[in-house]
């Protein structure tokens, strides 16, 4: 089977499906890689490193479409918002797709794809079980994105973030709060503290104070029963406005003596929960940085914008909705493990052979036979 990998269309995004790396691993399973011209250039991985591990480019973006039997991307049509329609003319009845596409945040394009008799596969619903972990690019992303939050507020932040004794005073160091201990969250605090910050975190499940303070991190403790937070696949569950209410009522002074607040709080489809308000902004000194890393979905903090700089009463708010497209290279890496497991997991003696038993391809399918399959994007349609 021919794969075939596209350059990105999507504004911003310098990541790609699949660097040189990984090649291997497919060749020897029988698959033929097909790249399109400059795909990995802003990757760091140019034309000639792919032909050196067995790769051929193609001539034209259509080429590739369609001489592969199976496109994997970073951002399929669903997930390229301005661009993503213009590949809906390449594809063809029982081509596969796989990428990220938000099959939940735009589900009318899973029913534009399986319209066209295209197979596809949403990265955002590899399961998150163990035997899944290699595939899991949600998490793999969102590492990316915890420690990139840190780097941008230690660059906004008009102080340093490390203690310092020198012969010209203390220097104190930066507190940071991180709200939202998940992935993102857990490695925003890792990285903080690495460079030398006082960190607090909160977050609404419970279970993950132990993982805060394994990082040199504060558990902030609220007096509210979070004792219902957490859903049995791991996941905050929603909480209703009152229970919000009172979190930001008493995270209010933590956030009020913190240098950097940076957010991190989402619930699995739904929009993010606002956990700092414009009156919170007011009480931070000014110079204080917010970085939102929900902010794609809408942002926990009531004034942020997204891919904007917003500077309230001296705070500085930062909503980037693409982090991981800012370390491409890293990114890619980890992103083309997550896709060439999930292939090699799909693919038996050469060809893409669906087990629909298996709790991993049957919870990553969303459209198959013309029909959009998955239960979860079949209800929002
Ligand atoms: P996420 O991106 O959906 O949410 C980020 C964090 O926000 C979560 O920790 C969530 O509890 C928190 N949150 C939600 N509402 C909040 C609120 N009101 N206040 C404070 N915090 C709030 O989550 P994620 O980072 O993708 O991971 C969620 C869970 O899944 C974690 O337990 C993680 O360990 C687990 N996980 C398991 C696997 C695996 O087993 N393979 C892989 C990845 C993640």
């Avoid at 009845?93 to 596969?121: C, D, H, N, W």
């Amino acid at each position: 089977m021919i794969i075939g990998v596209p350059k990105e269309l999507h504004p911003g995004e310098r990541r790609v499906a699949l660097v040189p790396g990984v090649l291997p691993s497919l060749t020897k399973a029988s698959l033929e890689v097909v790249i399109e011209r400059s795909a990995g250039g802003p990757a760091g991985f140019p034309d000639g490193a792919y032909v050196e591990k067995g790769a051929r480019i193609a001539t034209s973006r259509d080429q590739l479409f369609a001489d592969a039997e199976i496109i994997v991307q970073v951002r399929c049509p669903g997930a390229a918002k301005d661009t993503g329609h213009t590949d809906l003319d390449f594809l063809r009845s029982s081509q596969t797709i796989i990428g990220f596409s938000e099959p939940l945040g735009a589900p009318s394009m899973a029913y534009s794809i399986a319209e066209l008799g295209v197979r596809s596969f949403a990265m955002e619903l590899i399961p998150r079980i163990t035997r899944a972990q290699s595939m899991d690019a949600l998490s793999s992303m969102a590492t990316i994105a915890g420690y990139k939050a840190v780097l941008l507020a230690a660059e906004t932040l008009p102080r340093m973030f490390p203690m310092m004794m020198t012969a010209a005073g203390t220097i104190m160091p930066a507190r940071v709060f991180v709200v939202g201990a998940g992935v993102a969250g857990l490695q925003a605090i890792a990285s903080a503290r690495r460079l030398g910050a006082r960190v607090e975190a909160y977050d609404v499940r419970p279970a993950v104070k132990e993982q805060v303070e394994s990082l040199g991190a504060n558990f902030v403790e609220l007096p509210i029963d979070t004792s219902e937070s957490e859903d049995v696949g791991g996941y905050a569950k929603a909480q209703d406005e009152s229970f919000l209410q009172r979190q930001r009522e008493m995270m209010a002074r933590v956030v009020a003596g913190s240098d950097v607040v940076i957010t991190t709080a989402l619930i699995p489809g739904k929009t993010a929960p606002i956990l700092v308000t414009a009156e919170m902004v007011e009480k931070m000194e000014p110079g204080s940085v917010i970085v939102d890393l929900a902010a794609e979905r809408g942002g926990n903090c009531a004034l942020t914008k997204a891919d904007k700089i917003v500077v309230a009463d001296g705070v500085t708010i930062l909503g980037p909705s693409n982090l991981p497209a800012t370390v491409p290279y890293h990114a890619s890496q980890m992103y083309a493990k997550n896709i060439s497991t999930l292939l090699l997991h799909l693919i038996d003696n050469g060809t893409l052979t669906l087990d629909l038993d298996d709790e991993i391809t049957v919870g990553t399918l969303v459209t198959h036979d013309g029909q959009v399959v998955h239960p979860r994007v079949k209800e929002l349609l």
